[in-house]
């Protein structure tokens, strides 16, 4: 299968390329910078050229991008995306009905969401990881069974701040 993957500065990149290429299929990258992924001329029509010049099977990105989807819906592609990033407003615009859209959350309870909502296109789908890559970094063995890797937002208040006030018993799982 021939995959165009909306390439931009994502986390995953290089691993999810390199994912499909193990599985035997055909990487071509569009650059694209999602300054305001709802409307851009200029990156529509370079989206458009881009699909006609080398005609893949399907489009894929992390995250969802509306202009894309509307690209794709007009072209008559599937387009794939896996949202790894919660909340993700541009997931609540009226793009994400439209047929062309498989989006992939990780986020059992947001499928339901949306499935209950009559969306469709909207389903589900674990975070993932390369395992490959990863061991090849020589990581000691884990110290916890489960553990939490990604980052905090920053609202008004500071979760690791706030956290440390509580006693050494009910946090024994903390460790600075």
């Known amino acids: 299968m021939k995959i165009l993957f909306i390439e931009w500065a994502s986390f995953g990149n290089a691993d999810i390329k390199d994912a499909f290429t193990k599985e035997g299929h055909e990487v071509i990258c569009f650059p694209f910078s ?29 995250n969802y991008f509306p202009l894309i989807s509307n690209v794709c819906k007009r072209e008559g592609l599937p387009y794939i995306s896996w949202i790894y990033d919660s ?15 498989t989006i992939y959350v990780f986020d059992l309870a947001l499928c339901r969401e949306f499935h209950e909502a009559g969306i469709k296109t909207v389903r589900y789908l674990p975070m993932a990881a390369n395992t490959e890559r990863l061991d090849a970094l020589g990581c000691p063995d884990p110290v916890y069974d489960v553990s939490f ?28």
Not at 51 to 60: G, K, N, R, S
Not at 149 to 176: C, M
């Open 87 to 101: 909340p993700y407003v541009m997931l609540y615009s009226y793009t994400a009905i439209n047929p062309c859209n």
């Open 34 to 62: 999602n300054k305001d992924p709802r409307r851009d001329a200029q990156i529509e029509g370079a989206l458009a050229s881009r699909l006609h010049e080398t005609v893949p099977d399907v489009v894929f990105s992390f």
């Open 149 to 176: 890797v990604g980052s905090l937002y920053t609202e008004s208040h500071n979760f690791l701040t706030a956290w440390r006030i509580f006693p050494p018993t009910q946090k024994a799982i903390w460790k600075d």
